[in-house]
T-cell receptor, first 113, second 109 residues
Framework: DAGVIQSPRHEVTEMGQEVTLRCKPISGHNSLFWYRQTMMRGLELLIYFNNNVPIDDSGMPEDRFSAKMPNASFSTLKIQPSEPRDSAVYFC???????????FGSGTRLTVV | GENVEQHPSTLSVQEGDSAVIKCTYSDSASNYFPWYKQELGKRPQLIIDIRSNVGEKKDQRIAVTLNKTAKHFSLHITETQPEDSAVYFCAADGNKLVFGAGTILRVKS
């Protein structure tokens, strides 16, 4: 298994542009999570899905952020419009179920200038 | 919701010594407690976990203890090596994983 696959690995964009981050979870994993990591705020859960259904999006910072999971093998996190304070590493993780070990992807390092 | 506090924020030990990292959690409903290791520029990786029906678990040089009454759990690394240097995160899971702020462990050779 290739693990959790995220793309792109790095993204540099200008303020105001739309950014789309992508994630392919491990096959057979029913839960998918989007985390954001910064020095100031650590690892923050943005949203998680169970069986492709969004369960908890209370961590999504504001309406500029949206996430979808159209099928069991793909999820996107979109920021529109992006702002410099969105600069962070965004991790996707998946697990067999919510109370089980998470496998993280390699992350997307987003820089908004 | 769940709140996880982790101490210390940095820890420096001599190679061969032991290292202990402690975490407390707030939600008594949490029943799963994993620990992750994150090396610089890499993803967090699960190193050990424990569930609420177990008080202690060991895997070679690492061990985790859990005190549900006091709502705290700890990571113990024995015979530390330079490759143990990394950031360690604890987490607690009632219905979603909430992470502690992390501990930077430096093992000096």
């Amino acid at each position: 298994d290739a693990g959790v696959i995220q793309s792109p690995r790095h993204e540099v964009t200008e303020m105001g542009q739309e950014v789309t981050l992508r994630c392919k979870p491990i096959s057979g994993h029913n839960s998918l999570f989007w985390y954001r990591q910064t020095m100031m705020r650590g690892l923050e859960l943005l949203i998680y899905f169970n069986n492709n259904v969004p369960i908890d999006d209370s961590g999504m910072p504001e309406d500029r952020f949206s996430a979808k999971m159209p099928n069991a093998s793909f999820s996107t996190l979109k920021i529109q419009p992006s702002e410099p304070r969105d600069s962070a590493v965004y991790f996707c993780a998946s697990s067999l179920r919510v109370d089980y070990g998470y496998t993280f992807g390699s992350g997307t390092r987003l820089t908004v200038v | 919701g769940e709140n996880v506090e982790q101490h210390p924020s940095t820890l420096s030990v001599q190679e061969g010594d032991s290292a202990v990292i402690k975490c407390t959690y707030s939600d008594s409903a949490s029943n799963y407690f994993p620990w992750y290791k994150q090396e610089l520029g890499k993803r967090p990786q699960l190193i050990i976990d424990i569930r609420s029906n177990v008080g202690e678990k060991k895997d070679q040089r690492i061990a985790v203890t859990l005190n549900k009454t006091a709502k705290h759990f700890s990571l113990h690394i024995t015979e530390t090596q330079p490759e143990d240097s990394a950031v360690y995160f604890c987490a607690a899971d009632g219905n979603k994983l909430v992470f502690g702020a992390g501990t930077i462990l430096r093992v000096k050779s």
